[in-house]
Each structure stands twice: as structure tokens, then as C-alpha cells.
């Protein structure tokens, strides 16, 4: 009895061992690389009748898979290491062209600011110079105006002082004995010119009056009134005309400094002028300099982001193809491993599912 039930527990033992053996290769026998692999197996075991060329052909097909396996590792680490270097590189483009486009913005926006300020200037100092000149001239015209009126009244001094002069010689002549009748001619040549003249006729109109009664009585007491009525009328003229020569130089003075200043000051704001147009072409030219490198480092930023993005789609793509084949290697690897298994150690339950495939 118990020998009897020892043979059942044995024949469930083999039953259960079957039947999981079956399950087993069914599985492996509905994936594509499994079926293929059985249906070669279950070639050879019918053509040689042993599993010892399949074990080898097993064996030389799991090494192939590590082989590749291993070929497909040094790739992707060659590829991963090209993938870093390449994107630092790029990373670092994008960086250089992001601060040469940042730079060049900021000069252009500096030197537009500084071109705007440099016209406005440019503008006054031009205002200034009008203004300059304006004055210089207007000045001028008023020193040589004020010139000319002192050579005049200078000319018009001169000629009273010379008209009393000579009124003098004359009374100096009757004092000495001369006839009015022989100096008569010039006695009414010089009341005319004292007569005639026109800046200083009042002044005169006292000694015109005295030499008129000359005329009609010689009188040494007159004489000598009228002598030294001449005498201060002189006098006064020569003053007057030291004071009228006082002023002249001293207004020309005053024009020689006035008009060296304005001179000076003329000079120096043409020169900031020229410095100022000098320094809008400058501007100018930084602001198109900048405006060029801009574009410039614009477009090789775009270039090297688009690069970038490129090349880290690639590289995603080698990590996700990389991934995807190594799973399936070794989803190969372990369905070579079970049947290498199956028929090393369950060469009998694997035949018999072999024989009944097909």
C-alpha cells in the first residue's frame, strides 16, 4: 500500500514538473525571439536526435547577446561622452553669445543715450557761437562808432585850440603896437572860423563879442581881458580834449579786452563744437558697431540653441534607443537562459513539448 502510494505521489510529482515545463515553453513560445529560438531547437533535436550541438548553438547565441551587449555599452558611453562635451560646448556658446548680445545692447542703448546728449549740446554750443559773434560784432560796431565820434570832436578840439591860437597871436599883435587896420583881414578871417564853429560856438561867443569891440576901440586893458579870456578858453579846450582822449583809450582798452575775451571764448566753443561732432561720429559709429554684433551674436545664438536642442534630442535618443535594446537583449538572454535550463535539466518535458508543436 504505501509503495503503492509512494508511485502516485512520484507520477503527480512528474505530472506537476510536465505541466509546468509546458507552461513555461508556452510562454516562451508566444514571444516572436522565443518561438524562433524553439523552432530551431526542435529542428536540430529531430535532424541530430541530441541537445548537445543545440546547447552549444544555445550557448555561442547568449554569447553573442553579451558581446553585443557589451559592443552597444561602449557605444553609448562613447556617445555619452561626445553628448557632454558637445553640450558643454554648446552651453557654453549660448552663454558667450547671450553676453555678447546683452554688451552690444547695452552699448548701443549707452551710446544712443550719450549721441542724443552730445546733439543736444552740439546744438547750444552752435547757439552760443551765433551768439558770440552777434555780440563781437554789435561790440565792434559800437568801438568804432565811439572811434570815429572821438576823432571828431578830437579834430573839432584841434581846430578851436588852433582858432584861439591864432585869435591870440593877433591880440598879441595889436598889444604891441599893430593898427587893427592892418590886421583887419585876419581879425575877420578868425572871427569867422570862431563864428563857424559849430561844437564850440557858445564857448566862443564871449571872445567873438570882445574882438568885435576891438574893432571899434584899441583898448590895452581889453586886450589883456581878452588875452587872458583866450588863455582860459585854451585851457578849457585842451581839457576837454585830454579828457575826450582819456575815455578814447580807456573804451579801447576795455574793447581790446572785451574782445580778446570774446575772441578766447569764440575759440573754445568751436572747439567743443569740432570735439562734440568729433564725438557723435563716434557714437554713431559704436551704435552701428553694436547694432552689427548684436545681429550677429543674435543669429549665432539662435544657431547654437537650435544645435543644442538638436543635439539633446539625439542624445535622448541614443539613451532611449540604448535603453529600449538593452532590455530587450536581456529579455533575449533570460529566454536563451530558460531553454538552456529547460533542456539541461528538463531535456525529457521540453522534448515532448517540442514533439507536440507541430
Same mark, same amino acid.
Given at each position: ?43 536540430? %533535436? ?43 560646448d554648446l552651453e557654453n556658446s549660448i552663454a558667450y553669445h547671450t553676453a555678447q548680445v546683452s554688451a552690444n545692447a ?101 571872445? @567873438?563879442?570882445?574882438?568885435?569891440? %576891438? ?22 579846450? @585842451? ?23 570774446l575772441s578766447n571764448e569764440h575759440n573754445r566753443l568751436v572747439e567743443r563744437k569740432n570735439q562734440l561732432e568729433q ?16 545681429? @550677429? ?62
Amino acid at each position: 500500500m504505501m509503495k503503492f502510494i509512494a508511485l502516485a505521489l512520484i507520477a503527480l510529482t512528474v505530472l506537476a514538473v510536465q505541466k509546468d515545463t509546458k507552461t513555461i515553453l508556452a510562454e516562451i513560445d508566444a514571444d516572436n525571439f522565443g518561438n524562433s529560438i524553439l523552432s530551431t531547437v526542435q529542428m536540430y %533535436l529531430q535532424a541530430k536526435g541530441n541537445a548537445e550541438e543545440v546547447l552549444v548553438l544555445l550557448n555561442q547565441l547568449l554569447a553573442g547577446l553579451v558581446d553585443d551587449q557589451n559592443k552597444h555599452d561602449n557605444v553609448i558611453r562613447v556617445d555619452r561622452s561626445a553628448c557632454t562635451r558637445i553640450v558643454t560646448d554648446l552651453e557654453n556658446s549660448i552663454a558667450y553669445h547671450t553676453a555678447q548680445v546683452s554688451a552690444n545692447a547695452q552699448m548701443r542703448e549707452d551710446n544712443e543715450k550719450a549721441l542724443a546728449e552730445a546733439e543736444n549740446d552740439v546744438r547750444q554750443t552752435i547757439q552760443d557761437i551765433e551768439s558770440n559773434e552777434r555780440t563781437f560784432a554789435q561790440e565792434e560796431a559800437n568801438r568804432n562808432k565811439a572811434h570815429e565820434t572821438w576823432v571828431r570832436k578830437n579834430g573839432e578840439h584841434d581846430d578851436a585850440i588852433a582858432a584861439v591860437d591864432e585869435a591870440t597871436k593877433l591880440v598879441q599883435h595889436l598889444s604891441l603896437g599893430a593898427t587893427f587896420a592892418e590886421l583887419k583881414p585876419k581879425f575877420e578871417a578868425v572871427q569867422k572860423r570862431l563864428i563857424e564853429n559849430e561844437s564850440h560856438g557858445a564857448l566862443f561867443q564871449p571872445i @567873438v563879442t570882445a574882438l568885435t569891440e %576891438l574893432a571899434s576901440k584899441v583898448d590895452q586893458k581889453a586886450i589883456q581881458r581878452i588875452l587872458q579870456l583866450l588863455s582860459q578858453l585854451r585851457q578849457q579846450l @585842451v581839457e576837454a580834449r585830454s579828457v575826450l582822449e582819456e575815455t578814447e583809450n580807456r573804451q579801447a582798452q576795455r574793447w581790446v579786452e572785451f574782445s580778446t575775451h570774446l575772441s578766447n571764448e569764440h575759440n573754445r566753443l568751436v572747439e567743443r563744437k569740432n570735439q562734440l561732432e568729433q564725438a557723435i561720429q563716434t557714437f554713431k559709429t559704436n551704435i552701428d558697431t553694436a547694432t552689427h554684433f548684436f545681429e @550677429v551674436h543674435t543669429l549665432e545664438l539662435e544657431s547654437a540653441q537650435e544645435t543644442l536642442d538638436a543635439e539633446n534630442e539625439w542624445c535622448a535618443l541614443q539613451e532611449q534607443t540604448y535603453a529600449t535594446q538593452s532590455s530587450e537583449r536581456q529579455r533575449q538572454q533570460e529566454i536563451v537562459d530558460r531553454i538552456l535550463e529547460h533542456l539541461t535539466d528538463k531535456l525529457t518535458a521540453t522534448s515532448q513539448y517540442l514533439g507536440g508543436r507541430f
